[in-house]
């Protein structure tokens, strides 16, 4: 393990708050069980409470352990050509304070192999959220992260600073408990 997933991990593991590259933009990520580090990233990024973040698991076994997984959902996991965040509604195994307003969660089975590793040795999900203040334009290279943002968090993975986004962001699909399919972001 590398020396940066190490650091990252214990960042994570003290309550801390990462700046990391995603398998879609720039990313600031915490514990999904610690309230007050999630309080921060709002705090980082100037957001209401009011909006929930997505989370972030590393493999289909993680993902089983914390909400039902309809079918319909593994298809759409793999058919996706671009990374896909889905809104789930059962939810098995979670804090309350990471749920939205309507009790649901929007998780992101993730591709990138040092946050895979991350989550693996954390033993639970990250919360995840793009690097920018609420409501600027996210960051298309590290230059153009906001220096109010780089100097509040705890630890940047160095792989991020060489990272370009493929994508601004993801997919974002609800899989409602009726069976409804709603395309929120394509």
Same mark, same amino acid.
């Given at each position: 393990?590398?020396?940066?997933?190490?650091?990252?991990?214990?960042?994570?593991?003290?309550?801390?708050? @990462?700046?990391?590259?995603?398998?879609?933009?720039?990313? !600031?990520?915490? !514990?999904?069980?610690?309230?007050? =580090?999630?309080?921060? $990233?709002?705090?980082?990024?100037?957001?209401?409470?009011?909006?929930?973040? $997505? !989370?972030?698991?590393?493999?289909? =076994?993680?993902?089983?352990? @914390?909400?039902?997984?309809?079918?319909?959902?593994?298809?759409?996991?793999?058919?996706?050509?671009?990374?896909?965040?889905?809104?789930?509604?059962? *939810?098995?195994?979670?804090?309350?304070?990471?749920?939205?307003?309507?009790?649901?969660?929007?998780?992101?089975? *993730?591709?990138?192999?040092?946050?895979?590793?991350?989550?693996?040795?954390?033993?639970?999900?990250?919360?995840?959220?793009?690097?920018?203040?609420?409501?600027?334009?996210?960051?298309?290279?590290?230059?153009?992260?906001?220096?109010?943002?780089?100097?509040?968090?705890?630890?940047?993975?160095?792989?991020?600073?060489?990272? *370009?986004?493929?994508?601004?962001?993801?997919?974002? $699909?609800?899989?409602?408990?009726?069976?409804?399919?709603?395309?929120?972001?394509?």
């Amino acid at each position: 393990m590398s020396d940066s997933i190490q650091k990252a991990v214990k960042v994570l593991q003290n309550g801390g708050v @990462i700046l990391t590259h995603t398998d879609t933009t720039f990313g !600031l990520s915490c !514990l999904s069980s610690n309230k007050e =580090a999630i309080d921060k $990233i709002f705090e980082i990024k100037q957001r209401p409470k009011n909006k929930s973040f $997505i !989370l972030l698991v590393d493999n289909p =076994a993680r993902l089983q352990r @914390i909400v039902e997984v309809p079918d319909l959902a593994w298809d759409i996991i793999d058919l996706s050509e671009k990374p896909t965040t889905i809104i789930y509604d059962k *939810i098995l195994e979670l804090p309350k304070h990471v749920l939205a307003e309507d009790g649901s969660i929007g998780i992101r089975m *993730i591709n990138n192999r040092v946050l895979q590793t991350i989550i693996g040795k954390v033993k639970e999900p990250l919360i995840s959220t793009s690097v920018n203040i609420s409501g600027e334009k996210a960051p298309n290279s590290y230059d153009e992260i906001n220096p109010e943002v780089l100097n509040k968090v705890d630890y940047i993975l160095p792989e991020a600073k060489n990272f *370009i986004p493929k994508f601004e962001g993801s997919a974002i $699909i609800k899989l409602g408990i009726d069976g409804l399919v709603k395309v929120i972001r394509a």
